[in-house]
């Protein structure tokens, strides 16, 4: 494998969600003109996200830590289905 591919290579991490959980997505997504299970959850964890690492200088700063460490070891984390 060359260099590349071995840097894109990446963690599968399961979801184990509710099927109630996954049934309101599923009709907020269709609702939302069709978006994507990947892009409802990406816009929401990132909007999470940013709400309390401005509202917690604390967290922002073990955040900006961990990530830099995670960056280091080119550790990528994504979901097991992409395509959702």
Do not use: W, Y
């Amino acid at each position: 494998m060359n260099a590349n591919k071995t840097k894109d290579r990446v963690r599968q991490v399961p979801l184990d969600l509710p099927v109630d959980f996954v049934m309101t997505l599923d009709a907020f997504c269709e609702a939302h003109h069709g978006a994507t299970r990947k892009r409802i959850i990406h816009d929401a964890v990132t909007a999470m996200i940013e709400r309390e690492l401005t509202e917690s200088p604390s967290l922002k700063a073990r955040f900006e830590t961990v990530l830099a460490e995670r960056k280091r070891s080119a550790l990528n984390i994504v979901p097991i289905n992409p395509k959702a």
